[in-house]
C-alpha cells in the first residue's frame, strides 16, 4: 500500500501552481446522458400512451402496452 501511495505522489500533477488550470467544462450533451441512462419513466409512459391508444394496432401490442404503462406507473 505504502507503494502505491509513493507511486500516486510521483506521478500525479505538481499543485503549486506551475501548470494553467483546465480549461472551463462544457456542458454534457443531452444526447449521450439519455444514450447511456435510457428512456425516463415519463418517456416511457408516453410511448406505452401512444401504443394503447392507437386502434390500427394489433391487440396484443396494445396489451401489452398496458402491461407495461401499469408496470412503470406502480414503481
Given at each position: ?50 401504443i394503447i391508444m392507437d ?17 412503470v406507473c406502480t414503481l
Amino acid at each position: 500500500m505504502e507503494s502505491l501511495l509513493q507511486w500516486s505522489l510521483a506521478n500525479s500533477a505538481p499543485s503549486d501552481g506551475s501548470q494553467p488550470p483546465a480549461g472551463p467544462r462544457q456542458p454534457l450533451d443531452p444526447g449521450v446522458i439519455d444514450a447511456i441512462l435510457g428512456k425516463s419513466d415519463a418517456d416511457h409512459m408516453r410511448d406505452d400512451l401512444q401504443i394503447i391508444m392507437d386502434e390500427t394496432r394489433e391487440e396484443d401490442d396494445r396489451v401489452g402496452a398496458l402491461d407495461h404503462f401499469e408496470m412503470v406507473c406502480t414503481l
